[in-house]
């Protein structure tokens, strides 16, 4: 269609009508048709249940049919000293990572897989040595921006390669801010043949000591 009926906002406004979700987030393609949409939720209901409430109200409100497959549901619980889990349908996997520099400045690419869907997220910063890790991180923690709706903010504070019994170990900081406070996240990983991979592999553990990315399908 060339022209959308109703305002992207108005559509988010309906779902978020809808119970125990808090949040909603609407992508649409050129042609105005919807792509994606995310919700963040509560975890008093499950997100089966969601998803068929969100193609409803957009049946009866907007006369929208949408593929239930392009609904994604994450769910907050607030658990012991205020900490974070957010249930999604899959844990983010590791695709590839490019970097590329020009003229003393560095590009970061990081591509993650969410189930059937590819996810990615681009830095780009000087290219010294130090601040390049800290670009994989960023450009991992941008990639995982629409899984957590950008209702969490994420700050790299240090990442740097180690050696420990003779292996290099990639060690990430990361300080997550949420509506109830801070939290600080560390993360590891090994470095088998590629400190870059590594980097974004210890992003990921950091990340995912508060984002349990669980299968509901």
Same mark, same amino acid.
């Given at each position: 269609m060339s022209e959308m009926p109703y305002p992207i906002q108005e559509w988010e406004q309906a779902i978020?009508?809808?119970k125990s979700v808090i949040a909603a987030r609407v992508n649409v393609n050129s042609q105005g048709e919807i792509e994606e949409v995310h919700?963040?939720?509560?975890?008093?209901r499950g997100p089966k249940q969601i998803v068929r409430d969100v193609e409803s109200i957009l049946v009866a409100q907007f006369d929208l049919q949408i593929d239930h497959k392009k609904i994604s549901v994450a769910q907050v619980d607030e658990?012991?000293?205020?900490?974070?889990?957010?249930?999604?349908? =899959?844990?983010?996997?590791l %695709?590839? /990572?490019?970097l590329r520099t020009v003229n003393g400045m560095a590009e970061i690419k990081v591509e993650?897989?969410?189930?059937?869907?590819?996810?990615?997220?681009?830095?780009?910063?000087?290219?010294?040595s130090h601040n390049k890790l800290r670009l994989f991180v960023e450009a991992t923690l941008k990639a995982l921006a629409p899984l =957590?709706?950008?209702?969490? %903010?994420? /700050?790299t504070e240090d990442v740097g390669i180690t050696q420990l019994a003779k292996q290099q170990i990639a060690l990430v900081s990361i300080t997550l801010i949420a509506s109830v406070g801070e939290q600080s996240l560390v993360g590891?990983?090994?470095?088998?043949n590629d400190d870059r991979e590594a980097v974004v592999k210890a992003t990921l553990d950091a990340v995912n000591r508060k984002l349990r990315f669980l299968r509901h399908d």
């Open positions: 978020k009508q809808i919700i963040l939720a509560g975890s008093g658990e012991e000293e205020g900490s974070f889990a957010i249930v999604e349908s =899959t844990r983010p996997k %695709v590839g /990572v490019t993650l897989l969410t189930g059937d869907k590819l996810i990615e997220g681009l830095a780009q910063g000087p290219s010294s =957590t709706l950008d209702n969490f %903010v994420f /700050v590891c990983a090994l470095v088998k």
